[in-house]
């Protein structure tokens, strides 16, 4: 369908940036190609800006900010750097003056600005804008690649005008990246010579990685277009994991290649603007310097190299899971994790099981409308369960209104600008679906309340702290509905709520999990099961390249199982999208 990726004839740039969500291959596409251009007789540099990279694990090295000689590859070289490590710095730097000067409750509000996702990201573009603009170390190489690139959302913050003026220190409306830019005001230069660089063709490539499913599609769609819209329009996409071919006879090899052949049949028309390249799903595991080069060298491994182990995991069905929340008396049940685990479908799962034993539920999520109708429109819903959807982009849309309206009055065009863009924030959307969540949760009386994705433990800290902080400063506009301030000790209160993190069993995901678990035990709440998802594992195919993959799970599920979670539950790939109640009652046979 798509060529073959070969960077060898496709990257003419010295810089590569690679973006997409999370668990597309980022990693692994980076550090194929890192090996591809060494072994071409150019020297590289291999850097990762991602908190939860598996670098070291692909080339079995222990790696730091310097860069380290990767042996087995003449010429190439990588380094790790750790934004969350910077993002603390940041946070010392700015908190540490107001220390003794101001009440705990506006500190604590400070700090948890600098602990969400945009100080780290941020805090990555610091380091890597330091690497891009140092020209002695530029001048050695003839690549530098970049595992993880930054959003448009972050380089239109650092372009605006404001975010380098004292608007920094006199807002205070509570949004979210505006703590993470306090700390930078005297970088404005060194960020100006990384964006020129960023959008110049002839200097940078910007690698777009997605599978070939629709929300990692989507994802990268929408990061193509935000990157366009600031200059980054060098774009190459490569559709990872493509199943080149597929056993008949075996269903699951069959449905997984036909879903994939769908997807990319509505691959978006942004997207298609862009030169397109692919990799195959291959069977083995893309860590070691052979198995990277092996990928340009053939699209399968024999299926003699795949060696399959004779050891069983056995965990809970979804089922077991859904008895012990029944037995005990659970009343609010969050489903969470990254996009694309399959999140809704695990929520639409559990609230159908528990109707099944006999309990009244109200299911609610962030899918649009249509989408729970078209879920449910094959067979009448059993009168115990009540469904709303709440609208992401409605709700942002209210929230923002509001702030500006409150936080707004007083600011020139200039500072008006900078409190939109920041309103841009991925924090905003948690804060403004939670509230809307909350008032769901208000309204509903005598039942089971199953919600679909729940804000981060940085989010909650975010609101709590808000609490206080408005009670402090008498500018801030940050007040928080009552739904909300009698939702959040709700939610740490075990006894009645439950939080299940839904993953798949593969390196990213697994590691994204574990970091959103922590983030929300910061919070006070310990998510009690995870559930691994479409598992291959547990779905006995006989594809050969599908049986490497099921393989390739048994480390993560023993990750989760053993390390991670308290209470694992695992469903096998279903090769069969389950619309209506009744298909979802497969999930609890």
């Known amino acids: 369908m798509f060529q073959s990726f070969n960077p ?5 740039t010295p810089f590569l940036f690679l973006t997409g969500k999370g668990g597309v291959g980022k990693t692994s596409t980076a550090s194929a190609t890192a090996v591809a251009l060494a072994d071409n007789g150019k020297k590289v540099l291999l850097i990762s800006t991602d908190p939860a990279s598996n670098l070291q694990d692909v080339f079995g090295i222990s790696l730091t900010n310097s860069p380290r000689a990767v042996p087995g590859v003449e010429n190439l070289f990588a380094s790790n750097l750790d934004p969350e490590a910077s993002a603390k710095a940041y946070r010392d730097k700015v908190v540490g003056p107001y220390k003794g000067k101001l009440p705990d409750s506006v500190l604590a509000t400070m700090e948890e600005q600098l602990s969400g996702a945009c100080t780290v990201e941020i805090a990555a573009f610091d380091e890597f804008s330091n690497l891009l603009t140092n020209v002695d170390i530029v001048d050695q190489y003839d690549h530098i690649i970049f595992d993880t690139a930054p959003t448009g959302h972050t380089l239109r913050l650092l372009q605006l005008p404001t975010a380098w003026s004292g608007f920094l220190e006199e807002s205070s409306h509570g949004a979210s990246c505006l703590g993470p830019l306090s700390g930078l005001a005297d970088k404005k230069d060194l960020y100006s010579k990384t964006v020129d660089i960023l959008s110049n063709p002839s200097k940078t ?31 190459v996409l490569i559709v990872n994991g493509l199943l080149q071919s597929h056993l008949e006879e075996d269903a699951v090899s069959s449905a997984f290649y036909l879903r994939q052949k769908g997807a990319l049949q509505h691959i978006p028309e942004g997207l298609k603007q862009s030169a397109v390249y692919s990799f195959p799903l291959v069977s083995f595991s893309l860590t070691g310097v052979e198995n990277l080069r092996y990928l340009f060298k053939h699209y399968t491994m024999p299926s003699k190299m795949v060696k399959l182990e004779d050891e069983t995991i056995n965990l809970p069905s979804l089922n077991e899971m859904i008895t012990d929340f029944s037995n005990n008396d659970k009343r609010l049940i969050f489903t969470m994790g990254k996009g694309g685990v399959g999140k809704t479908t695990v929520a639409s799962a559990i609230a159908v099981g528990l109707v099944e034993k006999g309990h009244h539920v109200h299911l609610t999520t962030t899918d649009p409308a249509g989408h729970l109708n078209y879920q449910f429109e094959s067979d009448p819903v059993n009168g115990h369960l009540t469904i709303s959807s709440i609208n992401p982009k409605e709700e942002v849309e209210k929230y923002k209104a509001d702030v500006m309206k409150k936080a707004g009055k007083d600011l020139d065009e200039d500072g008006l600008a900078y409190l939109a863009e920041d309103l841009n924030s991925p924090c905003t959307e948690e804060i403004a679906v939670f509230q809307a969540f909350a008032e769901v949760v208000a309204k509903s009386k005598d039942e089971i309340v199953v919600i679909d994705t729940a804000p981060t433990g940085h989010t909650l800290l975010l609101l709590d702290a808000a609490q206080s902080y408005s009670k402090e400063i008498a500018k801030s506009t940050g007040e928080v509905p009552d739904s909300v301030t009698k939702l959040l000790p709700q939610l740490r209160n075990a006894s009645e709520t439950a939080v299940v993190i839904v993953t798949l069993a593969e390196a990213t995901p697994v590691l994204e999990a574990s970091r959103l678990q922590n983030d929300l035990r910061r919070a006070n709440i310990n998510p009690q099961w995870w559930v691994i998802n479409q598992s291959f594992y547990s779905a006995k195919t006989a594809d050969p390249i599908l049986s490497g993959k099921a393989n390739a799970e048994k480390e993560w599920i023993h990750e989760v199982k053993e390390k991670t979670s308290e209470k694992c539950a695992i469903i096998p790939w279903i090769h069969e999208e389950k619309l209506g109640y009744e298909k979802l009652r497969d999930y609890i046979g």
């Open 8 to 12: 060898k004839s496709v990257i003419q």
């Open 205 to 235: 490539t910007l690698i777009l990685v997605t599978r070939p499913d629709v929300p990692s599609l989507l994802e990268a769609n929408r990061a193509s277009k935000e990157l366009k819209e600031i200059g980054l329009k060098n774009q």
